[in-house]
């Protein structure tokens, strides 16, 4: 059988079931083979009863003491209780509910029992509801995988073996002989068949290094192919003339080393006869709009326009203001362009952009729309990079002869894994805060403070000033946290009555969302509840007190970003984390954030406490998705990674070798598929 063989010819699968595994997006034999497994069961290693760890999932070779006997406990709960003996230890089992048992288990025969070992208040060792099996059939790994109801794991097993056993010839390796050897990695075939069903620890090991080596290898090529498309073609918006100490004489305050550095780092590209390129990620508050604004003004002083684009509307707006506040006293012309404008003030800005009579556009999505045309399109920034997809980037590129493109994040990324998610990007940090911006004091308190906490935001509020309060965002069934929506309503008939109140949560419609924003922009609002859309938000000077309910449910970045949203203005700005969290991991969090201020410490502590999950949350957009690799743990292989892709690129930068075409056609396929939606 081959690889592009529809599945219901496997064995085992039929019409039926061909449909469960459509759901899992799993049609063909080659799919199904990369349908990995989520965890295994390590039956190969089996530990003696008097050496169980306790609390660990571990195997026992045992023999059946007595027959299980029957107990039937308050409530109709049936338990069935036997014993079992390797010899030289005693292990109780306990099952429930499971009247097959007495005829599943034999006295006096020996079977492999798998489970959770456990020692109770006497000392005596105990394990509930184990898996069991004869030894014969069971001494190996056993796979574990993402299931649905119509496909248990164990039918998923049984029809990937019966796969493997069907296929005609080894399966086809696309990693080219000297890659392959060089690093040590063992080949395609022996990957697929190890990762599913490994004959020991090591094997399993061997086959996720080669299967992980391939996502980054290919992610990588196709990032510095993207990079190296843009070095090698020119661009027709070269700049001739550096007007930066023109634009810092207008400013009202000096650029910080670290601001010029960036300014200076993306001339330099916008002058090479190449597309710029450029990353400039820089903590809240850093300054990343004068950085880009300083490039606005060099690229209008040189005849080409600007775009830049904005997440939402009311970003897009807050964006434009700070432009105009840069550019007033000159002849830098702005204009704003977003879905909600009428139709005659979009004909109007069109107009403007197509002859040439506005030099910057600040807008949403509606930039990249078709008919939006530019004279002379030679700048694009976009704003926090998490939003915008490469294929957005691209098409509003597009709008232009190569223009340059500088994106925006906020989000502090520790430098392996910039290189990783910024592949076709070069990169400037801004590692230094503006003179004049007040750390936001930080406290972590339980509870019981929250009278105190009311007390102390209504001072505020009695003053002019505003604050908001964060809640996580609730699954079903977590009665112990109170929803946003809960909150306000309570603190709206309780102790905040009387008070403005605004409401922000995500189900909420955008042009609603929009609304709050701006009426809390505009001081209308004294205190809004939110969710974590006000993560990435406006800039409202006049919001001095941020409190993070259940702190312990967000990770340290998030924590970080949404302290962001106060200290914006010229008051003293606080943030208090509200959590009766005991454990060492939510203390550990706590104290890194009333400690410092750094995002980059932040990152970094982020990354060693909480991993991959919560540092980026949702995966990037444009990206590929990847199934193994892990951005975060797999750090250390990503640098090996690299340093074989730009080998392989310096001997054939296109793939176009006749060896490299199976390679082209996987880079391909990986990057078409993060392309779609």
């Not at 023109?246 to 305050?253: M, Q």
């Not at 991993?611 to 990037?620: E, N, S, T």
């Amino acid at each position: 059988m081959q690889l592009k063989a529809p599945i219901q010819y496997v064995k085992g699968v039929g019409p039926t079931r061909a449909e469960a595994f459509k759901k899992l997006s799993v049609t063909t034999v080659g799919a199904l083979l990369r349908y990995y497994p989520r965890a295994y069961e390590d039956w190969s290693r089996v530990v003696p009863i008097r050496e169980m760890p306790e609390n660990e999932t571990c195997c026992i070779r045992a023999t059946v003491c007595h027959q299980p006997t029957k107990i039937r406990v308050p409530g109709g709960l049936l338990l069935y209780k036997t014993s079992v003996t390797d010899g030289a230890g005693l292990l109780n089992l306990t099952f429930f509910n499971n009247k097959y048992i007495g005829n599943q288990l034999k006295e006096g025969e020996e079977y492999l029992f798998f489970g959770k070992a456990a020692y109770n208040k006497y000392g005596a060792r105990e394990m509930a509801s184990p898996l069991f099996q004869k030894p014969h059939s069971a001494h190996r790994i056993r796979p574990i995988y993402p299931s649905s109801a119509a496909l248990p794991s164990k039918t998923i097993e049984r029809c990937v073996q019966n796969a493997l056993d069907s296929l005609d010839a080894p399966i086809p390796d696309f990693l080219p002989e000297e890659v392959r050897t060089q690093n040590g990695l063992c080949t395609l075939d022996e990957a697929i068949r190890g990762i599913h069903f490994p004959s020991d620890n090591k094997t399993l090991e061997t086959a996720r290094r080669r299967l992980i080596f391939d996502e980054l290898f290919l992610l990588q090529l196709g990032l510095l192919q993207m990079k190296t498309r843009a070095q090698t073609h020119t661009t027709g918006c070269v700049v001739t003339r550096d007007e930066t100490q023109d634009f810092a004489a207008h400013l009202p305050f000096t650029m910080t080393n670290a601001q010029s550095r960036a300014v200076r780092e993306a001339v330099a590209d916008m002058r090479s006869g190449e597309p710029m390129n450029r990353l400039l990620q820089g903590d809240v508050g850093s300054g990343k709009t004068a950085v880009a604004a300083a490039l606005v003004y060099t690229a209008a002083a040189n005849g080409l326009q600007s775009a830049v684009m904005a997440p939402t509307e009311v970003l897009a707006e807050q964006h434009l203001r700070t432009f105009e506040n840069f550019f007033a006293g000159t002849n830098v012309r702005t204009a704003l362009l977003t879905g909600s404008m009428t139709a005659a003030e979009k004909r109007a800005v069109k107009a403007a952009l197509a002859d040439g009579s506005v030099q910057l556009a600040v807008g949403t999505h509606a930039l990249i729309q078709e008919d939006v045309d530019f004279k002379r399109l030679g700048l694009v920034v976009t704003d926090e990079q998490h939003r915008f997809g490469v294929a957005q980037r691209a098409t509003l590129a597009a709008k232009g002869d190569s223009p340059h493109i500088l994106v925006m994040s906020a989000t502090p990324i520790p430098r392996t894994l910039g290189l990783m998610l910024y592949g076709d990007l070069d990169v400037s940090v801004l590692d230094e805060l503006p003179p004049g911006r007040q750390p936001v004091e930080t406290y972590c308190v339980g509870t019981s403070y929250r009278p105190r906490i009311y007390n102390f935001l209504k001072k505020h509020i009695q003053k002019g000033l505003q604050g908001y309060i964060v809640c996580p965002l609730v699954e079903e069934g977590e009665s112990d946290l109170v929803p946003a929506q809960e909150y306000y309503a309570e603190l709206q008939n309780g102790a905040f009555r009387g008070y403005r109140l605004g409401l922000l949560h995500g189900r909420m419609k955008p042009k609603e969302k929009e609304k709050v924003m701006r009426a809390f922009a505009a001081g209308e609002i004294d205190l809004l509840v939110s969710t974590v859309v006000i993560e990435v938000g406006v800039d409202v000077p006049n919001a001095v007190v941020m409190v993070i309910e259940n702190a312990e449910r967000f990770g340290l970045s998030q924590l970080h970003q949404l302290r962001g949203r106060v200290g914006r203005g010229s008051e003293k700005s606080t943030c208090i984390l509200v959590s009766d969290a005991q454990n060492e991991e939510a203390k550990a969090r706590f104290n890194v954030l009333c400690e410092t201020t750094d995002g980059f410490k932040i990152a970094d502590a982020d990354l060693k406490l909480r991993g991959p999950g919560d540092f980026f949350g949702k995966r990037q957009h444009g990206l590929p998705a990847l199934r193994l690799a892990d951005l975060l743990r797999d750090t250390g292989l990503l640098v090996t990674v690299r340093r074989a892709a730009e080998q392989l690129l310096q001997t054939d930068p296109t793939l176009e070798m006749p060896e490299h075409a199976a390679l082209r056609k996987q880079t391909d396929k990986m990057f078409a598929a993060a392309s779609v939606g």
